[in-house]
């Protein structure tokens, strides 16, 4: 039999290609439900206050209606999460705009939207609470010291000083939040839905309906895009199809239209960064003192784990002796924050780079330069105490980067260009460097205790199981890769179930670049012992269908299936104490550099972007098409953060939720890509993959910024970099 091509390291073909180039994939929205209701939320007007009176129009048929309160939820009125804070139907007290208080069902969608208007809520009206930083309800808080941060900063050669300003920003994914449920005869309550973690909804069902977790089923529907904004929310639109259900005895559909999804849903926590930052006379730095204050919104959400993540990254992938990192995240009366790709690391990163930039300038070095001399490397020592054993390419991603872009050439032809009075543009190129951890922190993947299984059904075949979630970004063709690489078998004969709790195990949440490394390595694990029980003395596995179905019938004997399974074990090196927050907080970090050549228009003060150059460490490439394709995503989706996108609230109500007011990149606004991948890998994930699908998001906000400096001779240090905000910068230096 001829040698098996290699699978992993191939752009394999995307396994659920084709059903969504076809227009055969199926949404929540697709399927046909017979008897089907659909769902619409009333949702408070105000801020802050309380409700007196909520009365339904007499007048109104709503004998051909259901509708449910908060008094007809049969367990807990709460959305469980970290914390119980959040009613999932407000009663008394309205903490934000878009708080939902009651839902209503009808045989025709339209008609349901338009009960609305005959709902009548009277409320006592207080003063909301909009400023972040005046805020005195504080969610969470972290304090991380190493050294003597004030001694090194009095001693240092230079000091600079910043502080930074990063805004909402809306997921946008293509799909909105969706979600079906129903009643089977025996009581179980399944939901079908459009979400990242199917195993989150048991949970928050199981509080909310007081069912025991085997009455209860989540099944993910094909999801069009996630990005974290179906990460947890979720919880809150499939309880609410859940109670419409329940007292419909029908199933019940709520499909959010784009408005109400913007003004509703969570969205990337604002945040307030003021860093100081001390060096020595070569640019070495010797101190860093950061303070991070982040909005979470009117409920905790997952606000404790997003500041977790910001601090951890706040002062970069840099060595420095002596650091202080002081961060909290408090209430205001504005709709919850939470998941969003990056997790908090590109608010603080955005700081943490600016802050070299200044460096740079203050020392009259490059901003290549002061990046080079403090860039982590094997046996470099974080904030928290970890030291950096294996797979740290951060110094590898600057040099390819910087080579790819020719960035030292292009600063001084830049210079050159802006040195031309006639010139109708301003332009620069700019640099950053960043980290991302892949997983989650300290001890959250030995809370979570994934699974993930590969079986062998008795006709031979093999089904890949687990929890994590297919929306977009390969996890399926991924999954299939790993499992047939590790067998050695054509990657057709591996399947990949549908998450579906009944079937699947909890293999933890699709987020937090963790996927393909941790849930990767678990599959491979099973497969392992699979390949084991199957090829037995003579070390032998059959790469045919017909082969498997003849060992099959030995390994299963009489049942229908054999399945192999895994359960993550932490590694020994791995330690974390919760309590003073130290200690690994990541088994492996991905590394990425980019630069970015942009030009901005004198009259107008438009920016465009002229060439993006991206090198990164993600450990060994699984799919290289799809990890090129995540690269560009997430650079772009940055550069949305970084340039256009601008949530504008008032009273704590999102005004511009819809996509004519909130601008993001359009493929025209997209601009040509250099991406290069460079070898780190780690030995505890599959084949030495790290994570990808979070790191891209993290380098635009500085690097824009950056070239930003570069090209006008001024700071902005706040996103989006607008052309209000770039006349801005400059009328105050003019004025100075």
Not at 291 to 311: H, K, N, Q, W
Not at 454 to 460: E, F, K
Not at 609 to 631: K, M, N, S
């Amino acid at each position: 039999m001829p040698a098996m091509t290699k699978i992993v390291g191939r752009s394999a073909r995307r396994a659920e290609g084709p059903d969504k180039l076809c227009g055969t994939a199926k949404y929540v929205d697709d399927y046909a439900l017979p008897g089907c209701l659909f769902g619409a939320t009333l949702r408070s007007t105000i801020a802050c206050g309380r409700i007196r009176s909520l009365t339904l129009d007499p007048a109104f048929p709503w004998s051909e209606y259901v509708v449910v309160t908060a008094d007809d939820i049969p367990g807990a009125n709460h959305v469980a999460l970290i914390e119980n804070d959040q009613p999932l139907l407000a009663k008394d007290r309205i903490r934000h705009p878009q708080e939902p208080i009651l839902l209503v069902a009808h045989p025709v969608r339209a008609k349901a939207y338009a009960a609305l208007a005959h709902v009548r809520v009277e409320y006592e009206e207080e003063t909301p609470l909009l400023d972040a930083e005046r805020s005195e309800t504080v969610f969470k808080s972290f304090h991380i010291e190493r050294g003597a941060v004030d001694r090194a900063l009095a001693g240092a050669f230079v000091t600079v000083e910043g502080e930074y300003r990063v805004p909402h920003q809306e997921q946008a994914y293509i799909e909105t939040n969706g979600a079906a449920a129903w009643f089977e005869p025996d009581g179980t309550l399944v939901t079908l839905g459009s979400l990242q973690c199917p195993h989150y909804v048991v949970k928050a069902l199981k509080a909310s309906f007081g069912l025991p977790e085997e009455k209860l089923r989540v099944v993910q529907a094909v999801t069009g895009g996630g990005f974290g904004g179906k990460e947890e929310y979720p919880n809150v639109i499939c309880a609410h199809a859940g109670l419409l259900a329940r007292k419909a005895r029908r199933p019940v559909k709520i499909i959010y239209d784009r408005h109400e999804d913007m003004a509703a849903t969570t969205k990337r926590h604002p945040a307030v960064i003021r860093h100081r930052t001390g060096a020595t006379r070569d640019g070495r730095l010797v101190a860093q003192d950061v303070e991070i204050v982040m909005d979470g919104g009117a409920y905790v959400t997952l606000s404790p784990v997003v500041l977790s993540r910001g601090t951890l990254h706040a002062t970069g992938p840099y060595d420095c002796p002596n650091v202080r990192i002081r961060s909290r995240v408090v209430m205001t009366n504005t709709p919850p924050n939470g998941a969003f790709r990056g997790f908090g690391a590109p608010q603080t990163l955005f700081a943490a780079e600016m802050q070299m930039e200044r460096l740079a300038e203050r020392l009259g070095t490059s901003p290549l330069e002061i990046r080079r001399r403090n860039a982590v490397r094997k046996g470099s020592t974080l904030p928290m105490g970890q030291t950096l054993r294996e797979s740290v390419g951060a110094r590898q991603a600057l040099e390819a980067c910087a080579k790819r872009s020719g960035y030292v050439r292009r600063a001084r032809e830049c210079a050159r260009w802006n040195r031309g009075a006639a010139r109708s543009t301003w332009r620069g190129i700019g640099m950053a460097l960043v980290h991302h951890g892949a997983g989650f922190t300290g001890s959250g993947e030995a809370y979570l205790n994934s699974r993930a299984a590969v079986t062998l059904t008795r006709d031979g075949g093999l089904r890949v199981l687990s929890g994590s979630t297919e929306f977009g970004q390969g996890t399926t063709t991924l999954f299939g890769q790993i499992v047939a690489e590790t067998l050695g078998v054509p990657l057709d004969l591996v399947a990949v179930e549908t998450p579906d709790t009944k079937h699947v195990p909890n293999s933890g949440p699709t987020v937090a670049s963790r996927t393909c490394m941790m849930v990767g390595r678990l599959l491979r694990e099973a497969s392992l012992e699979l390949r084991s029980a199957v090829a037995g003395a003579n070390g032998r596995f059959p790469a045919t269908r017909a082969g498997l179905r003849a060992a099959a019938r030995r390994v299963c004997a009489a049942a229908p299936e054999r399945r192999f399974e895994a359960v993550y074990r932490k590694p020994d090196w791995v330690t974390w104490d919760d309590a003073t927050y130290t200690g690994d907080a990541y088994e492996a970090y991905s590394y990425g550099a980019m630069a970015v050549e942009l030009e901005i228009d004198r009259a107008t003060f438009e920016t465009g972007i002229r060439g993006v150059w991206i090198a990164a460490d993600i450990g060994t490439v699984i799919h290289p098409l799809f990890a090129e394709g995540q690269v560009i995503g997430g650079v772009t989706q940055g550069l949305g953060y970084a340039l256009l996108e601008s949530a504008v609230y008032e009273k704590g109500v999102m005004k511009n939720a819809r996509f004519t007011d909130y601008t993001i990149p359009t493929t025209l606004d997209t601009p040509p890509m250099d991406v290069a991948f460079v070898p780190a890998p780690y030995s505890l994930g599959p084949f030495g993959a790290k994570g990808v699908g979070e790191l891209p998001m993290d380098i635009p906000g500085p690097a824009v910024a950056a070239a930003v400096r570069h090209a006008l001779g001024r700071y902005v240090d706040a996103l989006p970099i607008t052309p209000e905000r770039i006349r801005e910068a400059l009328a105050k230096d003019a004025a100075a």
